[in-house]
Structure formats: structure tokens, C-alpha cells
T-cell receptor, first 116, second 113 residues
Framework: GAVVSQHPSRVICKSGTSVKIECRSL??????MFWYRQFPKKSLMLMAT?????????EQGVEKDKFLINHASLTLSTLTVTSAHPEDSSFYIC????????????FGPGTRLTVL | GENVEQHPSTLSVQEGDSAVIKCTYS??????FPWYKQELGKGPQLIIDIRSNVGEKKDQRIAVTLNKTAKHFSLHITETQPEDSAVYFCAASMGTGFQKLVFGTGTRLLVSP
């Protein structure tokens, strides 16, 4: 099946620093990728839709200047959490729909961010 | 916008029993309804999905039913096994998976041996 990877799987950083999370579609091209955030024992909340070659579309309430998204190629989208604070600590998950699977979204394994 | 409610939040069953999880959605334009299984510390995995032109779909021990009129859909797991223990999420979308998914609140299923 299709595989979506994320890197890193875990990251711990100090407050005020920036962290970049990568999402890669390993065996298919993805013009669209989605970024979600999940708090412990909670559901997935869509943060933004990443579009290859154009600006990301952010959900209401998500600060685009804080969560920078770059979709520079058909297999890679990055999410940068800028000036991270403890409240940004969360599980970040990306997904990518695969065209020849009827648009089924394949999810990455997630990245656990802890901001000290 | 779309809103998806999911019940129950937790479900405990004995091995071999059936488990049913229910979701309702608000937007009648939604036409794609996937179900995901999420294990601790991992990303969600699609287990079954259904589109609005179908009322029921089955894959071995898993089935999903859709009632468009009532705007609800359900996941049925038969002959549950301990490895079925996980958090299950329903979701709704307009169009295919290329459109954003709105997730339900999740159901923690515990299957006891």
C-alpha cells in the first residue's frame, strides 16, 4: 500500500525555537497534503491544506505565520512551528490522498512535539 | 460547516462479541465516509469507507452502514479480537479524499480476552 512518512517522529525543543516537520509520500505523488493536530485523547483537527506550488489554505483560528507550510515538490510538504511555546506541544499528523486509490487519504505516523 | 458526532466515547466488549460505533453528520452535501483505526502513538489507518451511493459495505469482520436520510453511519465489528482494541474515528467529507475530512470525536474500543 501507499506509504506516507514523517520526520522526525519525536522532537523536544526549547521555548522560542522553531521546529520543522517533514511529510513525504514515498510511492506516489501528492499535489495536496493535509496537516492535522491531535491533543491527547482527542480527535484530529485539521490545521491546513498544503498545495504543491501554491499557498496553503489554513483553517479558521490557525495562525499562518506561526505554522508555516511549504509544499515545494510533489512528494514533500513541511510544517514549521515558529517560536514554539509549551502550548504548541502536540501530536502532528499529515495525510496525503492518492489519486489512483480513489482519493483515499494515507496518514503519516505522526510527530510528537514537546516544547519545554 | 460540517460537524460529526460519534458515540460512544468508550466501548468495552468481550472477545467474540460484536461492537457498534455510530456517527451522525450535519451537512447533507457530505458524500464520503471513512473509518479509521488509530493505535497509541501512531497515525490513523483506514479500515473501511463508504460513499453516499451505497447503503452498506462489508469487508470480512467489518461492515459500515449509511443512512443518508437520517445522516448517520455506523461501524460494525463482529467476532472482536483483542487486537481490535484501539481508538476508532469516523469522518465525513464532501467529494473524495481530496477534500478535507471532518473527524468524529473518537471511540476507544477495549476488547477483553
Amino acid at each position: 500500500g501507499a506509504v506516507v512518512s514523517q520526520h522526525p517522529s519525536r522532537v523536544i525543543c526549547k521555548s522560542g525555537t522553531s521546529v520543522k516537520i517533514e511529510c513525504r509520500s514515498l510511492d506516489f505523488q501528492a499535489t495536496t497534503m493535509f496537516w492535522y493536530r491531535q491533543f491527547p485523547k482527542k480527535s484530529l483537527m485539521l490545521m491546513a491544506t498544503s498545495n504543491e506550488g501554491s499557498k496553503a489554505t489554513y483553517e479558521q483560528g490557525v495562525e499562518k505565520d506561526k505554522f508555516l507550510i511549504n509544499h515545494a515538490s510533489l512528494t514533500l510538504s513541511t510544517l514549521t512551528v515558529t517560536s514554539a511555546h509549551p502550548e504548541d506541544s502536540s501530536f502532528y499528523i499529515c495525510s496525503a490522498p492518492r489519486r489512483d486509490s480513489g482519493g483515499e487519504q494515507f496518514f503519516g505516523p505522526g510527530t510528537r512535539l514537546t516544547v519545554l | 460547516g460540517e460537524n460529526v458526532e460519534q458515540h460512544p466515547s468508550t466501548l468495552s466488549v468481550q472477545e467474540g462479541d460484536s461492537a457498534v460505533i455510530k456517527c451522525t453528520y450535519s451537512d447533507s452535501a457530505s458524500n464520503y465516509f471513512p473509518w479509521y483505526k488509530q493505535e497509541l502513538g501512531k497515525g490513523p489507518q483506514l479500515i473501511i469507507d463508504i460513499r453516499s451511493n451505497v447503503g452498506e459495505k462489508k469487508d470480512q469482520r467489518i461492515a459500515v452502514t449509511l443512512n443518508k436520510t437520517a445522516k448517520h453511519f455506523s461501524l460494525h465489528i463482529t467476532e472482536t479480537q483483542p487486537e481490535d482494541s484501539a481508538v476508532y474515528f469516523c469522518a465525513a467529507s464532501m467529494g473524495t479524499g481530496f477534500q478535507k475530512l471532518v473527524f468524529g470525536t473518537g471511540t476507544r474500543l477495549l476488547v477483553s480476552p
